[in-house]
């Protein structure tokens, strides 16, 4: 008689990557992610970041405000949505196997297309937003797919966790994106890989300047040109390549195995 091992689901392969003293003690997966916040909200309070939170956005994300914010930022030429999974893909350079991150996930819109991607790893999806979140688990049909609300400068994992992770137009949003670079450059493992999108100075005028000004307007911070690269590099990470797209910059970067 042949016996089949039934597979260990997504979210206790994911708990097992967590540090121990920050493994829940219940409420799992009750709305269908993990929750780690509760009522902590660390998504900052400019009307800008708060938008994230709401419903109305959540709806309408993937379809209408993405795809319009890509093309305010990157403008008529730059890529659309399709192009920039790809760009993720190439740049995050998926294997089946591997462990992938996606930090400030939104709806899921990216994090789906992992989780084929890595059809026999694992992929988490990491956001703050419940609105958000509560579409990505509408949407999700992988196995190896599971979604938690966290704070991407306090991630729950031990050291090297992931070999890929993903973090696309939000660390502009992000209160202390240092400290959202401090946390994916510790739970990268050795040969791992990171992919971020974000702002981009570009213009006459310096960073400090025009980040001012657009911060108080928006709640979007401008990043100086060298600002993510240099940040990366700090923080250990090697082959870091720019690409840089009207007010957007792609960044991808490696930890040395
Ligand atoms: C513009 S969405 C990006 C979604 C997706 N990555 C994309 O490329 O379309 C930015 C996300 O960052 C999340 N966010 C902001 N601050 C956060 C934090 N401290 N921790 C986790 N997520 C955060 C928001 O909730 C929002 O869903």
Redesign the pocket.
């Known amino acids: 008689m042949s016996s089949t091992i039934p597979p260990v689901p997504a979210v206790e392969r994911m708990l097992a990557l967590f540090e121990p003293e920050r493994r829940p003690a219940g409420g799992l997966l009750e709305d269908g992610y993990l929750d780690l916040l509760g009522e902590e909200d ?3 309070a400019h009307p800008g ?1 708060r938008l ?2 709401s419903g109305a956005l959540a709806l309408i ?1 993937e379809r209408l405000w ?1 795809p319009l ?1 890509g093309r305010l930022l990157m403008g008529a030429t730059g890529p659309g949505i399709d192009e920039e999974y790809r760009i993720a893909l190439r740049m995050l350079e998926l294997s089946p196997k591997d462990r992938v991150l ?5 709806p899921g ?2 994090t789906r297309g992992f989780a084929r991607a890595a059809r026999a790893g694992l992929v988490v999806g ?4 419940k609105t ?1 979140l509560a579409v990505a688990v509408q949407e999700t049909e992988s196995a190896n797919l599971v979604y938690m609300r ?4 306090a991630l729950p994992f031990r050291d090297a966790s992931f070999n890929a992770i993903c ?4 660390l502009y ?3 202390e994106p240092m400290r ?1 670079l401090d946390e994916i450059s510790r739970v990268l493992a050795p040969g791992g890989r990171v992919a971020l ?1 974000s702002s981009c100075n570009r213009g006459p005028l310096p960073a400090r300047t025009t980040n001012a000004v657009v911060r108080r307007l928006s709640g979007v911070r401008i990043f100086a040109r060298d600002e993510l690269t240099q940040a990366l590099s700090d923080r250990g990470l090697t082959a870091i390549e720019q690409n840089v797209v009207g007010l957007a910059q792609f960044v991808s970067a490696r930890r040395p195995s």
């Open positions: 660390p998504t900052g970041q994230m939170l994300y993405r914010g996606d930090v400030a996930c939104g819109n990216f990491l956001d703050a937003s958000m966290g704070d991407a400068c973090c696309f137009a939000a949003l992000i209160q959202a999108l």
